[in-house]
Antibody, heavy 119, light 109 residues
Framework: EVQLVQSGAEVKKAGESLKISCKGS????????IGWVRQMPGKGLEWMGI????????RYSPSFQGQVTISADKSITTAYLQWSSLKASDTAMYYC????????????WGQGTLVTVSS | QAVVTQEPSLTVSPGGTVTLTCGSS?????????PCWFQQKPGQAPRTLIY???NKHSWTPARFSGSLLGGKAALTLSGAQPEDEAEYYC?????????FGGGTKLTVL
């Protein structure tokens, strides 16, 4: 069974660093991309970026380039999203999603990680 | 960056049919944008309904279908059920760069 399991909720202060995770299981981790999606409170989905753990090749939406870092450790089948200095505006739910580039499918989603940043 | 547009809200009667659309600021949406459609209910993670314009997952109810219509991607719901009340998002690919639409809040009433 394919699963993406994300790390738990985080409460941080502005200026702190953070790394959240998305662990894939039940499939060949290095054969699929992992994307990250932001959802601010009461708002829509925003595409942040994507990584191919097999390379690793990462690509960012212009809105998030330089604001976050996407990485992966294929040895533990885990993708990461990290911030070096959080802002209150980073408060949101973050989802990871698996992407099959051969079928252009975004099929399995993580359960989400809620990040709360106080100013 | 392109802007992807969806109807902010739509209402459908139970058993009725409704079409949600997904347009692009760059022009007509084509199969080369690989449109995907996602359903999100309150407090839940999104769920993928349609990928690559028309393809369904095993978990996609048969009453949902994807297409291209009038230069936009479209999601048609035929025979709406109360459990279909949700937010629906489309996602388009622009040579690998992805952009979500703003979402459509679908009410079944």
């Amino acid at each position: 069974e394919v699963q993406l399991v994300q790390s738990g909720a985080e409460v941080k202060k502005a200026g702190e660093s953070l790394k959240i995770s998305c662990k894939g299981s039940g499939y060949s981790f290095t054969s699929y991309w992992i994307g990250w999606v932001r959802q601010m409170p009461g708002k829509g989905l925003e595409w942040m970026g994507i990584i191919y753990p097999g390379d690793p090749d990462s690509r960012y939406s212009p809105s998030f380039q330089g604001q976050v870092t996407i990485s992966a450790d294929k040895s533990i089948t885990t993708a990461y999203l990290q911030w070096s200095s959080l802002k209150a505006s980073d408060t949101a739910m973050y989802y990871c999603v698996r992407h099959d580039s051969s079928s252009e499918d975004f099929d399995y989603w993580g359960q989400g990680t809620l990040v709360t940043v106080s100013s | 960056q392109a802007v992807v547009t969806q109807e902010p809200s739509l209402t459908v009667s139970p058993g009725g049919t409704v079409t949600l659309t997904c347009g692009s600021s760059t022009g007509a949406v084509t199969s080369g944008h690989y449109p995907c459609w996602f359903q999100q209910k309150p407090g839940q993670a999104p769920r993928t309904l349609i990928y690559d314009t028309i393809n369904k997952h095993s978990w996609t109810p048969a009453r949902f279908s994807g297409s291209l219509l009038g230069g936009k991607a479209a999601l048609t719901l035929s025979g709406a059920q109360p459990e279909d009340e949700a937010e629906y998002y489309c996602l388009l690919s622009y040579s690998g760069a992805r952009v979500f639409g703003g979402g459509t809040k679908l009410t079944v009433l």
